[in-house]
């Protein structure tokens, strides 16, 4: 299973399509109500995080399966300045944009896997996977 | 334009009729649900309005050419059709008159000629199809700010505002302004937020509603948020944002219930 989905990130109505993309996508694979909220909200803030740090971007998704197991991967990407301090952005309540400082560390805590790659001056690479239980 | 190259084209109008229609019929569309019948009646009517425009001279200036354009987009035809159509018949129109046996000079002259009849056409579709989109566009926009978060007063100090569907940055400005400016109005000691019909409670949408919340809280009276979803819950848990600052309640009726207690109301059965 190699289909993938993108959807471009540039404005904040971009957020929402790519929201309900992942909306419907975690739908079809049979997530529950529950889960599908986590994946909605976790895109929602990779999203935010690529319309507001990087300008623009994209967000893929793809159905995962691995030993039996079917999941979702959520692909963020952008070619923003990057990340200088992974270790900080992942502490709760770290921001440099006067919001919660919630976000990265709370997608973690919201999906199963979740693997950073950031260089500086060249972009960011998020993954983010869901298990289906 | 040359009167020699128009009779050309009128001549062979039979046979470029054959051609066109033949294409044209060849083009599929999934979006529209148009009947066979009401397609060759606007195929026949493209066909009709394009001799028109050769022999009567130009019809993108004088609307009949916009009215054809309503009555195609609103069959729910796309764009392309159009576009199509206009290409094909542009490249039958050249091949006939190419076929005949004409000087190279001649030939090049009735190229450039056709598409200076051509060209208007074309333009004034993309024109005329991406004012329409923009109408839609800002249409939509106005409407949706236009139900975008009214404050409601209930009860005597107590208002409620729902908010339904995405909150972006400009609504959640619109949100903090009409809940404070109705907070004043209304003198409203208890204003209950609703998000049953929030689809998504991302940080952003959490941040501005604390925000909102924090500052009615200045203007002295107490925002109780409502309608949160079990789901909602748990996210808002594993996001690890805190709403312990103030009072929040499952459903409107238990936050409407816990308002009326806090304003010293009381509804009573009259018997």
Known sequence: ?133 | MNAAIIDMILNKRTEIDELWSEEIADYKTTTSTITPYMREQLNKEFLSLLFNHISQGDISADGTLERFFDKVLRANMPLEYLTQGLQCFRRIVLEIITEEDIQKNAAFEIYREVDRWMDPILNSVVENSSRLWERTVSIQKSALLELSAPLIPVFQHISVMPLIGTIDTERAKLIMENLLEGVIQYRSQVVLIDITGVPVVDTMVAHHIIQAADAVRLLGSTCILVGIRPEIAQTIVSLGIDLSLFPTKSTLQKGMAKALEVTNQQIVNEK
């Open chain 1, 1 to 133: 299973m190699d289909i993938q989905s993108c959807v471009e990130v540039c404005n904040e109505w971009d957020i929402v399509s790519a929201r309900q993309l992942g909306r419907n996508m975690a739908k079809e694979l049979g997530f529950g109500n529950v889960d599908q909220a986590r994946i909605t909200t976790a895109i929602s803030e990779l999203a935010r995080n690529i319309y507001l740090y990087a300008g623009s971007g994209k967000i893929c998704l793809e159905p995962v399966e691995q030993m039996g197991r079917k999941g979702l991967r959520i692909i963020a990407v952008d070619n923003g300045p990057g990340i200088r301090d992974i270790r900080k952005v992942m502490e709760d309540g770290y921001t440099t944009s006067g919001g919660l400082g919630a976000g990265l560390p709370g997608v973690k805590r919201l999906m199963d896997e979740f693997t950073i790659d950031s260089t500086i001056d060249s972009g960011t690479e998020i993954l983010a996977t869901k298990w289906l239980r």
